[in-house]
């Protein structure tokens, strides 16, 4: 068999885990690696971890060094792709690390550094739910909520590069504290986080509810999708009350870029909308198109799940580096 030529190599890295997938010129995906983040070590620490997870992907996959024409990172922060520069990546505690050039001297090839949301976005427009759209605008809730625009089918990314943050529209003035340090954004507001703090709320004022216990049973000391999926289940009234507030949130805040960009496709990545799928996008759907200031042809803008899961990050760092090589040629 042929050696793949022309490999790219997409790594997403989270809080909690790295991700590697080497991808070939038909964005097949050759081999995957995965190993824990070492959150507290030092940065150059890290750095050698994505090195070795990247030489270990690479043998596995088979491919030659030769044929591989960059390694594409999404980072969780803001970042410089221009010069690699992590300004900031809370999650990893780094602070105006180069970690393009740190990583580009152990590699020896071509590392584009993007923020994670934004080739999240890229994934699921190139080969995800987004698929053959011109605008799209990507809404990823979590711990934060991520957000990402694509217009004219091109990632758009802002005359600072720090475009999409639609997570820190503000959606109630005066309203809950954010983790930006602002109030009433829909991070404030919809995330997991302000989620989990309206779920001990209502525990605290006294309402019946399971969430504790199965968060204990799996012995999480966070409200994850796993354990919102296993509280829905069991029909917890805390739960679905808090989900609900949370989907009525995110419908305004879907509504209100619909309102901006009048885009094809709004997409709905990140864990609970993998693993709660229309029961999550349905109701934020139906309170989104409440909201639509023109509410013709309203079903021509699919609300939709994400589909590419995990690797939606690391293979649309692929896709992006892939446009940045061939505008590099066209220079
Ligand atoms: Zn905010």
Redesign the pocket.
């Known amino acids: 068999m042929a050696k793949p030529k022309d490999v790219i190599i997409g790594v997403d890295m989270g809080g909690t885990s790295l991700r590697t997938l080497v991808v070939d010129a038909a964005n097949k995906i050759l081999a995957v690696e995965e190993i824990p983040t070492r959150v507290g070590q030092k940065p150059d620490a890290i750095v050698a971890d994505v090195a070795a997870m990247v030489r270990r992907a690479v043998v596995r996959a088979g491919v030659k060094r030769s044929n591989i024409r960059a390694v594409s990172i999404g980072v969780p922060g803001a970042v410089d792709p221009r010069r690699g520069i992590v300004h900031a990546a809370p999650n990893l505690g780094w602070k105006n690390f180069p970690f393009g050039p740190k990583l580009k001297a152990l590699l020896r090839v071509p590392i584009y550094v993007e923020n994670d949301v934004n080739v999240g976005v890229v994934g699921e427009h190139a080969l995800g739910a987004g698929k053959g759209t011109r605008e799209l605008v990507g809404i990823f809730p979590g711990t934060g909520i991520g957000g990402g625009l694509i217009v004219g089918g091109k990632l758009y990314e802002g005359c600072r590069g720090s475009a999409g943050e639609v997570?820190?529209m503000i959606l109630q003035v005066d309203g809950p504290r954010?983790?930006?340090g602002?109030r009433g954004?829909a991070?404030?507001l919809a995330s997991r986080t302000a989620m989990e703090r309206d779920v001990r709320a209502a525990i605290r004022a006294g309402e019946p509810s399971l969430v504790l216990r199965i968060m204990k049973e799996r012995g999480k000391d966070r409200m994850t999708s796993s354990v919102i999926q296993r509280a829905l289940k069991k029909k917890d009234p805390v739960m679905r009350k808090v989900l609900k507030r949370a989907q009525h949130y995110l419908g305004l805040l879907v509504a209100s870029v619909v309102n901006l960009l009048d885009p094809e496709c709004v997409v709905i990545g990140g864990g609970l909308a993998e693993r709660l799928g229309e029961d999550y996008v349905g109701p934020i759907r139906a309170a989104a198109y409440l909201h639509f200031l023109n509410p013709r042809d309203k079903a021509r803008i699919k609300i939709v799940a994400g589909r590419l899961g995990d690797d939606a990050a690391p293979l649309g760092a692929v896709v992006l580096a892939r446009q940045r090589l061939r505008q590099r040629r066209r220079r």
């Open positions: 997570g820190h954010c983790g930006c602002r954004c991070e404030a």
